[in-house]
């Protein structure tokens, strides 16, 4: 159970919203529909910006190489885990 602050680990907004984010053998991963995994390393974002960071509840938009955008609700962990896969 999450507390109200508690990061959604989601898409909140833009291109593929509602769209889980998870830590998948060592990598993070955007599970965009069924099937439709994005590994979200630097290939496939070319950039990335944190827009808010609030105890916990980080929101980081991205775009994508093909100019799709994204705003990301992530915990600690899965924002560590994403800034290191994106350095």
């Known amino acids: 159970f999450m507390g109200i602050l508690g990061a959604k680990n989601k898409v909140i907004a833009g291109d593929y919203i509602g769209g889980k984010i ?9 599970s965009a529909s069924l099937g439709n995994m994005i590994i979200l390393n630097k290939k496939m974002v070319t950039s990335h910006k944190i827009e808010s960071e609030v105890k916990g509840n980080h929101k980081i938009s991205v775009t994508f190489a093909d100019g799709r955008k994204s705003l990301l609700e992530l915990d600690d962990a899965l924002c560590t885990a994403l800034l290191a896969q994106l350095f």
């Open 22 to 30: 998870m830590h998948s053998g060592g990598k993070v991963v955007l």
